[in-house]
């Protein structure tokens, strides 16, 4: 029997279709090789996802090249990119090349390029570095190193040793350097530190956790300080000593530095990669062949790394589960925790969802038995709850946005010799710039939305397409020099605290000063080391730091929150308020959490400070149950962008009028819109938008399938740029 001669291809184009391509005798892909065909004018790595011996066409195209011998990705991984392009509804090949480091997609080799070591021989062992550093002392230095064992030619490089004088030695037969190839690694999991005296809840959580087999999704719900770090070490601990391997997600790369710390701490002799979007190609991809090959015990990323192979992957564990930042915004709209969560169905093995505050559709979840759900309501240690409190700032002067009370409050804290967190998400100088006379205001040219005065660069920003440009002198409307700043940001606010507390250290930590590589991580060192006594941050500070000396944690400016057309505002305002307070008194100091508003009765207020984040979620889910909203209902958004409103809105009514149309569409199934953007025009194009929503997922799905393939055979289907984002956390 004749092999298969065609290979189906999934290629990197946004169309929902396969390709056919005839093979040489001489080419023998497997399914889930790379190959290398043509397509139209260029060349493209595509997917082998079938081999076949007919095709639809007659005359068909040569595969240029097969770049794998054997499937790039495991069959799970594999699979699960199959679903995820199915649910998210988005074209297979896409998703394929998404899921790979940017080299891959390029068509270099899946391999590690063999490493050179040198060794000394019997005659270099005979050498005396002392005596021959008198007359070549860089050949002194490298005997020196090689009498401690052979090393990697990469690391005499960087120990300043020339390749030239290598070769002399060699050439003298004192050392003599030989290839290897990488093998899978073996650790030990004997912990390295003394393991801390765990609670009780800790206790149940980790036993529960360990007594099970096979797939299990389990939400750990712990109050911020409880421990949950220390839960994800010791379930891991068993794991680790089976062989297999560990890959654990946290929202954001400020939080990778701290978390590596902990686990290498406790876990010395196992390997560890990082996966981020900090990394150049290269180390992205030898972290993702470290996954592959066994390099790496623990794989610790953001949402990317979920699409890591893993040679023997043991367990997942998604940290501050809750975070916004796991769905991705463009391309593939995945989200990650979904995602890793159907992975771990796929590999059969336990997945652990942990947060102080958990989404209300994770709680949703642990309440329909999907999820068992794990609680620590004790902080860890000798820690206590902080204790909060409201500052009422209606009719009050404020410095900088500070109030006096707080002022005072800061005072007393930073002369008891701890650390005060004030957080504020809005960097620049200030929010808006404009005219004193006529009020004018200076907005982005391209967005509806005004400018960002960032006084350091002396610049406007547009926080939305990225625009920049000087800061103006004269008023573009009445042509007067008053230009004023209104409202407070991270820079405002840290020249006003140099003004207020001179004597102090203060330091800023937002996406403007921290974009040198490496600088997040030596300003949370000197935060340790206790070098600034008071602390600004964004988001970047809220979630999951660590600061023992911080005794004090003030909010300054969350009331815009309060009021927000987006249904999933509330949630995600109470998500930041818990989390930025349990910044404070995480040791054995008390701590105090302070929030300034112009609304203290306001009821999601109250509810947080009095009655904790778990009643609050129970009255949100009450409440989107009773509006149809998630988790209750599930939702899909088509957005449409074009240089006109009006093409953007047509395009959309003749997708409503598709979608009414399908045969597939249920009364039930309900379609809102279409509407302008809440942002309506970004970037230059106008935006508009059409809601699905359904009491079925399954439902939804098959809408979506049997009315896309109708969507992009619309002439105006390609004179704007829509997109389809299931499931959207973000409604703007």
Request: proline share 6%.
């Amino acid at each position: 029997m004749t092999s298969p001669r065609i290979a189906r291809v999934a290629l990197p184009v946004p169309l929902d279709r396969l390709f056919d391509y005839k093979l040489e005798d001489d080419q023998h892909p497997e399914v889930g090789t790379r190959v290398i065909v043509p397509f139209q004018r260029r060349e493209l790595v595509g997917f082998v996802t079938e081999l076949t011996e007919h095709s639809e066409f007659k005359q068909l195209k040569g595969i240029k090249q097969v770049l794998d011998e054997a499937p790039l990705l495991p069959k799970t991984l594999f699979s699960l990119l199959q679903w995820a392009s199915q649910f998210y509804q988005y074209p297979f090949g896409d998703t394929l090349s998404v899921a790979l480091p940017s080299l891959l997609r390029k068509g270099e080799p899946a391999s590690r390029k063999p490493t050179k070591q040198w060794h000394l021989t019997a005659l270099g062992h005979e050498q005396n570095p002392t005596v021959i550093a008198k007359r070549a002392p860089k050949q002194a230095q490298v005997l020196g190193l090689l009498m401690q064992g052979s090393r990697a030619h990469s690391e005499l490089l960087a120990e300043e040793v020339t390749s030239a004088t290598l070769k002399t030695l060699a050439e003298k037969g004192w050392v003599k350097d030989e290839i290897k190839l990488p093998v899978n690694s073996t650790w030990q999991t004997e912990p390295s530190e003394e393991k801390p005296v765990l609670n009780t809840e800790q206790s149940v959580a980790i036993a529960s956790i360990n007594a099970a087999e096979g797939y299990h999704c389990y939400l750990l719900e712990g109050v911020t300080g409880s421990g949950k770090t220390e839960v994800y070490l010791n379930i891991i601990e068993p794991v680790l000593a089976k062989g297999q391997q560990i890959l654990i997600l946290v929202p954001e790369i400020g939080l990778t530095p701290q978390t590596i710390n902990r686990f290498q701490r406790r876990f010395k002799g196992v390997p560890l990669s990082v996966i981020h979007s900090g990394l150049n190609d290269t180390e992205r991809l030898t972290a993702w062949l470290d996954g592959r090959d066994k390099q790496a015990g623990i794989i610790i990323g953001t949402r990317s790394a979920l699409f890591t192979p893993f040679q023997s992957l043991g367990m997942i564990i998604i940290d501050e589960e809750h975070d916004a930042s796991y769905k991705q915004q463009d391309t593939l709209r995945y989200h990650a925790r979904d995602l890793a969560v159907m992975r771990a169905a796929k590999e059969q093995i336990p997945i652990i969802l942990g947060s102080a505050t958990p989404s209300l559709e994770s709680l949703h979840n642990a309440q329909q038995g999907k999820y068992h759900h794990l609680t620590l309501t004790q902080r860890a240690g000798t820690a206590v709850a902080a204790r909060h409190g409201i500052l009422d700032i209606k009719g009050q002067y404020l410095e900088g946005g500070l109030s006096a009370a707080l002022i005072a409050e800061m005072r007393k804290h930073i002369q008891a010799g701890n650390q005060v967190l004030l957080f504020l998400n809005r960097r620049g100088f200030a929010p808006v710039m404009m005219c004193h006379e006529c009020g004018w205001i200076a907005d982005c040219e391209r967005c509806d939305v005004h400018y960002t005065y960032h006084a350091h660069s002396h610049e406007l920003r547009c926080h939305h397409c990225s625009t920049q440009r000087p800061v103006y002198h004269q008023c573009q409307s009445c042509g007067s020099t008053q230009l004023i700043t209104a409202g407070v940001g991270t820079e405002q606010l840290e020249q006003q605290l140099e003004t207020l507390f001179p004597e102090q250290k203060t330091i800023r930590i937002d996406r403007d000063s921290t974009r040198r590589k490496g600088s997040l991580e030596q300003y949370l060192d000197d935060i340790h080391a206790n070098q600034y006594q008071i602390l600004i941050g964004t988001q970047m500070l809220a979630k999951g730091h660590h600061f023992p000396n911080v005794t004090l944690v003030a909010l300054l400016d969350v009331d815009s929150a309060l009021f927000s057309s987006d249904f999933r505002a509330p949630e995600r305002l109470a998500q930041l308020l818990i989390q930025v307070a349990g910044r404070a008194g995480r040791a054995s100091k008390p701590g105090e959490v302070l929030l300034q508003t112009h609304h203290p009765d306001h009821p999601l207020l109250k509810t947080l400070l009095h009655k904790g984040y778990g009643e609050f979620a129970q009255s949100a889910l009450e409440e989107r149950k009773q509006t149809a909203l998630p988790p209750y209902r599930f939702l899909a958004m088509l957005r449409a962008e074009a240089n006109s409103s009006d093409a953007a809105a047509a395009f959309l009514f003749q997708v409503r009028q598709i979608l009414q149309a399908s045969p597939v569409i249920t009364p039930e199934i309900e379609l809102l819109g279409p509407n302008p953007a809440p942002l309506a025009r970004r970037a230059g194009k106008y935006r508009w938008q059409l809601l699905i929503q359904s009491p079925q997922r399954r439902s939804l799905q098959q809408l979506l399938a049997i009315a896309r393939p109708a969507i992009q055979m619309l002439p105006d289907a390609k004179r704007v740029r829509w997109t389809l984002d299931v499931e959207p956390q973000e409604l703007s």
